[in-house]
């Protein structure tokens, strides 16, 4: 509710001024309705041309909306009222009065997105931007209960982390350098110091394709843990997710109801998660019909097809060592696979969460690296990770907008963000 309707309300004051944007208009000749936004909510406000000056009966008349205004009124309490209240108008003064407002019914997607800087206001959007920031709280809230430091690693960096395809490079000063795809090296580093690390940061993907689950920038949240087992990080993970739901679930009920997601189905989001591996996962496409080779990676309309059988996030291990990044631990009972784990969401919205334990003996990661075609030179200071102080660990990174996009049930990521970047945008 309106900050000044809710203080008007707690000490029984009649009359409050309101600030905010006209969200809708409309009435007659001699009576107006304006529907004013503020960054919570909407209400509307009643002006009767008998009840005020012809100044502001006159603002009244010409006011479009998306003008920012000030009004000041007497608050009345209206049961069909998305507030409870309803605002008869004593003066409205314009503040800036708006041109014709360019964004109106049934516009093209490209239109919206041509749009942004504006098309941010609508009220589903809003709603997703609120939602999402209780997801960042809710995920710094359990990092902070199991005593995990926030650090702020570098988006500007000189080696790679997820493979050479999807690097955006940069002309460092005459040098190549890229941008981010993941903080995990770096975390790997702090973690020495400070045993259990996380980092919430942009990261970069120059992803050639364009699909409803991919952004070239997104909201990474990464965790490292110092001698965490592979078992104790997927139970990490699990909790952190039912944490992140339950929460956003009880906090953000309207705001979910509002984008057509009952806040009652998220509340089944409970641990247990259901565990299968990679080869488990490759029977059960076979049996609907779906042949995988072993040591193909699953595709999207492969992971759709397996989380029909699952209405919880579900966790797979253990994936072909060849599809996996060098930095991932062979599984000791089976050299083929590493002790890798994809989280993914219920209902066709795809991996979430990406992680492992690490390889941390230094001559096995060094074989890894140059398996994987890639220079050992170039990890020169990540394998003295490995030379001083090594021990087990394990770490993740979670997809910020993945998750939005489906606690939110969004069609698509790029409303998960306000400004987003795929592979044919970059503005506004
Ligand atoms: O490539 S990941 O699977 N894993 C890593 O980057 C590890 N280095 C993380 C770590 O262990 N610290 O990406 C992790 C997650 C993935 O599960 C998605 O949820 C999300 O990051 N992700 C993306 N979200 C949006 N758009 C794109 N392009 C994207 N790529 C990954």
């Keep these: 509710m309106f900050l000044a309707i809710q203080d008007a309300v707690n000490t029984g004051k009649g009359t409050v001024s309101l600030r905010g944007w006209v969200y809708r208009t409309r009435g007659s000749n001699v009576l107006k309705f304006i529907v004013l936004r503020d960054g919570t909510n909407i209400i509307q406000c009643v002006v009767e041309k ?35 209240y309803e605002l ?21 997607t490209e239109f919206l997105l041509d749009m942004r800087h504006l098309w941010l206001r609508s009220r589903e959007l809003t709603t997703v931007w609120k939602v999402k920031a209780a997801i960042l709280t809710a995920v710094r809230e359990y990092f902070a209960q199991h005593k995990y430091i926030e650090v702020t690693p570098p988006i500007i960096t000189g080696s ?69 087992n592979f078992e104790q990080l997927l139970t990490f993970m699990e909790g952190l997710l039912s944490h992140v739901v339950q929460t956003v679930a009880d906090t953000c009920a309207e705001e979910l109801k509002l984008l057509g997601r009952n806040p ?15 080869d ?23 992971e759709e097809q397996l989380m029909k059988h699952y209405d919880k996030p579900l966790i797979v291990t253990r994936y072909p060592k060849k599809i996996k990044a060098f930095y991932m631990k062979d599984d000791p009972e089976n050299p083929d696979v590493v002790l ?21 003996n230094i001559d096995i990661l060094k074989r890894k690296i140059t398996a ?37 049930k969004l069609e698509t990521i790029r409303d998960a963000i306000p400004f987003p970047r795929t592979i044919k945008r970059k503005t506004p």
């Design 50 to 84: 008998e009840k005020v000056t012809p100044e502001t009966w006159a603002a009244a008349e010409k006011i479009l909306i998306e003008s920012s205004v000030e009004i000041e009124g007497d608050l009345r309490e209206d049961k069909r009222a998305p507030t409870g």
């Design 88 to 108: 008869g108008v004593k003066n409205l003064k314009i503040v800036q009065l708006a041109e014709r407002f360019p964004i109106t019914k049934d516009q093209s």
């Design 160 to 228: 790679s982390c997820e493979g050479g395809s999807t690097l955006f490079k940069l002309d460092y000063f005459g040098e190549e350098a890229y941008l981010s795809q993941s903080a995990q090296l770096y975390l790997e580093a702090l973690i020495f110091s400070l045993d259990k690390v996380y980092a919430i940061t942009p990261s970069f993907r120059a992803e050639p394709s364009k699909t409803a689950r991919h952004l070239t920038e997104y909201w990474h949240c990464e965790g490292e843990a110092a001698w965490m």
């Design 264 to 278: 009652a189905d998220l509340k089944k989001i409970q641990p247990p998660f259901p565990r299968i591996t990679y």
């Design 280 to 302: 488990e996962a490759l029977q059960i496409l076979k049996k609907d019909g779906i042949e995988v080779p072993w040591g193909k990676d699953l595709r999207t309309e492969e």
């Design 340 to 360: 890798c784990c994809d989280i993914l969401a219920p209902e066709g919205y795809g991996e979430i969460i990406g992680s492992s334990q690490r390889e941390e």
């Design 372 to 408: 994987q075609g890639e220079n050992t030179e170039h990890y020169n200071w990540y394998l003295d990770l490995r030379r001083f102080g090594s021990v087990p660990h394990s770490g993740f990174g979670l997809g910020i907008e993945r998750v939005v996009r489906w606690l939110c």
